[in-house]
């Protein structure tokens, strides 16, 4: 299902679109799909492209209607949009407004300094979709309160249609919202896979484990063992009595199945360990043993 889609910013003042280098050099790239990142914080506007407001809005106007006149998938990304919108929330409506109305397909609102919480992004989103359908709206959060992964999911709850983020959250600073929680919870949670269709194939949730740790391989990483559903530990269990439990059934302490996400259960022996520990390695490892014997109280000692 991939588009690539080539990503620049919005065209420069005191030129036209058409004589914008950096414009030119998104459709040379002759990509289905464009993405613009425009500022829609008016604080931002002054102090970093030191511009008027009206000047910002002629940009991303400007910058639109080229892109949609060439026939692309045009995609503009609010930047600071939930800062913006917190200190001047007309200002920052008018600016994605802009762009929708010059045609863009996807108006994605960015937490671009991360320090959004969900709630907050839960009650913008259901307002800004009472100004642009949320079949147009997406979702860009960073990670810098560690909840980019819940305000993602938390602005789907609200109305958006595309959230953008990266294979194990990868990101300048905290990191992007993390695609390998994102969308088994997209999937596996009833609150998201009875009310949505995503557009993943749900065979290919069981390889989200393999793609990434793909990726900490190519780029010599250690991968991060507590990732949440494809972390090597977020199925290991080592408290004697939480494995006991688990052998009973699973249900006890897994959320999930770990194999929906290629995921697999691991049973730790360690200072925390029972009986259970002891007997279920030996089991994994094809040992033969009667559960009464003394050996197995001499290695938990």
């Not at 802009?98 to 609102?109: H, K, S």
């Not at 300094?113 to 079949?135: D, M, Q, W, Y």
């Not at 998201?192 to 194939?201: D, L, M, R, T, V």
């Not at 991968?223 to 249900?251: E, I, R, T």
């Amino acid at each position: 299902n991939a588009k690539l889609t080539s990503f620049g910013m919005t065209k420069r003042s005191g030129r036209s679109a058409d004589n914008d280098t950096g414009l030119s050099a998104l459709l040379n790239a002759n990509t289905p799909a464009v993405c613009l990142v425009g500022k829609s914080w008016d604080f931002h506007v002054d102090i970093a492209l030191e511009i008027s407001n009206e000047e910002n809005l002629e940009n991303i106007k400007e910058s639109a209607k080229h892109f949609v006149k060439a026939n692309k998938e045009f995609m503009f990304d609010a930047e600071h949009f939930f800062d913006g919108y917190k200190a001047n929330s007309n200002y920052a409506v008018e600016c994605i407004k802009t762009a929708y109305d010059q045609g863009a397909r996807w108006v994605v609102l960015c937490d671009t300094n991360g320090g959004t919480l969900p709630h907050e992004i839960a009650k913008i989103v259901s307002e800004v979709a009472k100004v642009i359908p949320g079949n147009n709206l997406g979702i860009h959060a960073h990670n810098d309160t560690g909840n980019a992964v819940s305000n993602s999911l938390a602005a789907v709850l609200s109305g958006v249609r595309q959230v953008q983020g990266t294979i194990n959250g990868l990101g300048e600073r905290c990191g992007n919202a993390n695609l390998m929680s994102v969308i088994p919870t997209l999937h596996l949670k009833e609150t998201y896979s009875k009310n949505y269709e995503i557009n993943i194939k749900k065979q290919n949730i069981g390889k989200l484990t393999q793609c990434s740790r793909l990726l900490d391989e190519i780029l010599n990483r250690k991968p991060n063992q507590h990732l949440p559903y494809v972390g090597a530990a977020a199925f290991s269990h080592k408290g004697g009595l939480h494995v006991s439990a688990v052998q009973k059934d699973p249900k006890t302490y897994e959320h999930i199945n770990p194999e929906d996400v290629g995921n697999v259960r691991n049973i730790v022996v360690s200072d925390q360990s029972g009986k259970s520990n002891i007997v279920s390695r030996l089991k994994s490892i094809g040992i033969v043993f009667k559960q009464d014997d003394p050996k197995i109280k001499k290695l938990l000692d």
